[in-house]
């Protein structure tokens, strides 16, 4: 085979586009040891090829995983169709609770009457009711507090924890890349030192 042909079969090969019958002269013609410089890490590809026809067998269990998978992937979906449509009606629902709910209170209930016969007295302890809520008010404030900074603490976490997270994805997807270029050019030693 002249180096011309071998150079087209073997860009071919690696482009994944080549048949079955390339493939096989391409392995002849690497059993040969007399093969051109620079063909040594094909030489030992094809190689390997030979002497691994073996497919190994799937585990016992592989189909009842993939099924269990399969299960698994389909009830999250039964639970998120359920959710999208269940919120909805549960929302109506109190929607219309508070609608019942502020007309008994409003529109039924009878009317106040009145406590005070002095409107002096009624000034004085409408004034003295709204102090205490007042009061109650800013109590209840002054202890909401700390959940406001802890709302901003953990949101700056997320953020420091999210930037780590792009940082190691970056780092994770050069070392798959570096990897699968090992894995592509890997040369045995042991095989180098048999031969």
Do not use: C, W
Request: proline share 4%; no cysteine; glycine share 4%.
């Amino acid at each position: 085979m002249k180096e011309e042909e071998l150079k087209r079969l073997i860009e071919k090969y690696y482009n994944g586009v080549s048949t079955e019958e390339e493939e096989s002269s391409l392995r002849d013609y690497f059993r040969k040891n007399n093969i051109p410089e620079g063909y040594e890490a094909e030489k030992v590809i094809f190689g390997y090829f030979d002497e691994s026809t073996e497919v190994p067998e799937p585990s016992i269990d592989f189909e009842a995983r993939i099924l269990a998978g399969i299960d698994a992937s389909e009830s999250k979906r039964r639970s998120r169709t359920m959710k999208k449509y269940l919120l909805p009606i549960l929302s109506a629902a109190a929607g219309l609770l508070i609608l019942g709910g502020s007309y008994f209170y409003f529109i039924v209930r009878a009317e106040p009457r009145d406590t005070f016969t002095d409107p002096e007295i009624a000034y004085a302890e409408t004034i003295k009711i709204l102090r205490e809520v007042s009061s109650q008010m800013n109590r209840g404030t002054q202890v909401l507090e700390p959940v406001g900074k802890i709302n901003k603490v953990t949101k700056k976490s997320f953020e420091t924890i999210n930037k780590s997270t792009r940082i190691v994805e970056k780092n994770l997807k050069n070392l798959e890349l570096l990897n699968k270029a090992i894995e592509i050019t890997h040369v045995p030693v042991e095989k180098n030192i048999n031969k």
